[in-house]
């Protein structure tokens, strides 16, 4: 019955990765994508679910290390571009003073965003005499203010945040969560006295992207990018990869360290101690809904999505079995249910008119990760049938629910925990030498530490694209696999999504 | 002290409304409008969280009544708006078919609303083959993927709602939560099997308005809109509007009934028990930020803003007293809040090192409900010093701070709802005739049962706009305005916002 309904929904196998995801979105419910724009899905209610929960966790971590939510409007004027091109200037004539190529961003890319940017030219019947652009992301519209806002140290550090909707014209082919045009973003402004605590906040952004990485158990590498890699007015800038089933790996979040670039272009300045004005250092912090795109890619199965308990919609599905032969069925549901719910769990109680196997198969599918059935029987023998979603059934006490769900989720998060090393282990393999053959799928894990130039030969190579210098070195020192010197310096080289 | 500082914050009296309230936004950093475009504020932390804590008021109910939550894209395409055309046709038709215009909503405007719109007809460096608009409300987006929903009875009532920003491209003076042009809105739109349950629809969405109302002690006047003032599509609008203390009208809220007309223009039809198609019936009901302006706007006084306690984003402020005469203050007042968060009060511990006096200034602006004032004497006394943001003060017990605050921030509400029914008593006053002078700043009630020829006039004769049928009618008849007929239907004229 299960493999009737599930060739009825038409899930292809996970192995085929590129089918499965695009199919998987929408069987279970989370996007529907025939709104008639490209790149611009309509949020169902069980996505949309999934995605407020994600971001309670960005929300919690935010207040947990002092960051205010603000929320900046969308239409950014043309004119304030004026200051970003300062920013270009002001770095150009940085190179021009032989100012370290590896100490800074040099490119035009400031100036080439306009290429991605939706154009509000009209209002009403009116030609506006200033055009405007959707925010493809906020720094030029909050560093208007913040100058307004920064008046001497004791403003400092300032610690923003907003979670917006920002908006590119992708041109390439668009994909739920992964690459959208209407994008549901998360972004942390911050500004500090000097560069040493922008530094600090840098690796405040770690943790918090740690503890979010743990929550969703996702297989994660970081890397501080490559200089050409590097967002246009960082100094350097951190980025989040997860490794996804088809060996591709998707950046879901990025830390960008600003020094004082922004600062000088935005006349960002405070009046330190001692009087003088000094200008700020600044950092942001990015995620998007890359991450439940994350979520989906990395648990789900051949039988639908498997949520990581932080991020599931519902944590508890609970099914009444044969409630019609006996009355207290539907009490003990309903009374498990609220003091479940009391507990802080998100529950459901599936009373449908419909064969107890199409409710289970269709939870699965919707990948909760634990069910409880509850018949007669069970109730007779003072237990609930519990199924996690990740393997594995028994009997648990109905008179320690509360602790015994506890255990059961804590179960279904480790496992997750456990197949997200194995992903790793399998999926991120050594390359010591290029004489060997490349193979699709694997993300390769290399001692290097060459120039650009070497970088690019790699590259060129090998076909992939190099991730930069891993947060995390090898222990011991190996040899680059380029120069053969000997070297700490951990790289992967992957194809990016 | 206390004056002095007024003074400088610059806090215009409240007696000026027009003064004060432009004035009040800013100095309790709610919103900074400063940013470079019209009408576009940039929300500051306190009035983000303000505005979150009436959302998740609007959250609470949409759960209890069985809506789900959803999020459609912000860009419309043009071609959308042919089914609007057709809905303008189909209402041209009925009108020349002779329905009672009173049944029926007959005008252009559904034309007309692109005058309102902001236009993305450039991408990139691409002119766009569909130009696209910014949503000024989600009919069109919705209503082109219900009828994907929507496929038999079953399927229905579709309950659904988001909380998204909409535009307009407003050219009346903009005024910062009550008339801006990216508007931070709820909309709810459901769908039923026939005009009686979308009446139920109704009647929910009005106990919703009751609720909300209540919690935020908002005095409001519930009318059925005249014809002409009935939203585009409807076929009836009732609409809920705050009495602001100028004397002016707030339209915070309004539910529409559209039976089937838009269901026509969009092919929204369902497979009834019998196998017939039908069309849906359906409503919307909308909020927005009007209602924190409403709560500003209502509450505030000379000294600042007033929050009702559950739209507070801080419910008590704990002061230190003397913290350097004594450790056990710091502790006794971190721990007194860290007692009250846990029993889900949002407390903050006022701990800068600055003059008490200046910290009791500084939260009566921003409308703190409860101040609690800790010294090494309370301690000694087991109390701490409560004083409540409308008046009164009394030492309460530390022992019993939870049920002791939960009694205060009661008192606080109870206190606003007695102001705002005395806003009501003194601001709406009986208009019997026509002969007397109207009066700036009154909301005339009046027994009217008269056409819209005889509404014309009298709006004409008074200057004042006529809110509408009062979904409370008078207890007795009483004479109609006009005609002198005897009647129950109750209206009120008043200067609308």
Redesign the interface.
Known sequence: MGNQGKAKRGIPPKSDFNAWYPAIVEIADLV?K????KG??????YG??AM?YIDALTHAEMERTGH????????I?ED?LEKENRLVAHLKAAREAGVDPSELRFDEEVEGF?????????????DLDVP?F?RPTSET?MY??FP??IRSHSDLPLK?YQIV?T?R?E?KQTRSFIRVR?I?FFEAHTAHIDEECASKQIAEDLEIVGNIMSDLSLPVIISKRPVWDTFPGAWYTIAIDVIMPNGRTLQVASCHHYRDQWAEAFDMTYESEDGSHKNCHQTTYGMSERLLGAVVGTHGDDNGLIFPPKSAPIHVVLIPVAAHKSEAVMETVNSISKLLRESGFRTHVDDRNIRAGQKYYDWEIKGVPLRLEIGPRDIENGTAFAARRTGGKQPISIKNIVSEVTNELNEVQQELSQRTSQIFSEMVQPLTSLDGEIVDGIIYEIAFDGNDADAESLEKSTGLTILGDCVVPFPDEKPCIISGRMTTKRNHLARMY
Chains 1, 2 share one sequence.
């Open positions: 529907d025939r709104y008639p724009i611009m899905d309509v949020w169902r209610p949309w679910k407020k205010d939510e603000v929320h900046f409007p969308l239409l004027p304030l306009s290429k991605e940017v939706y154009w509000v030219k009209h209002a009403g019947e009116t405007m959707l519209a208007t203010l307004l806002w923003t909707n908006f014209y041109t209407e549901h």
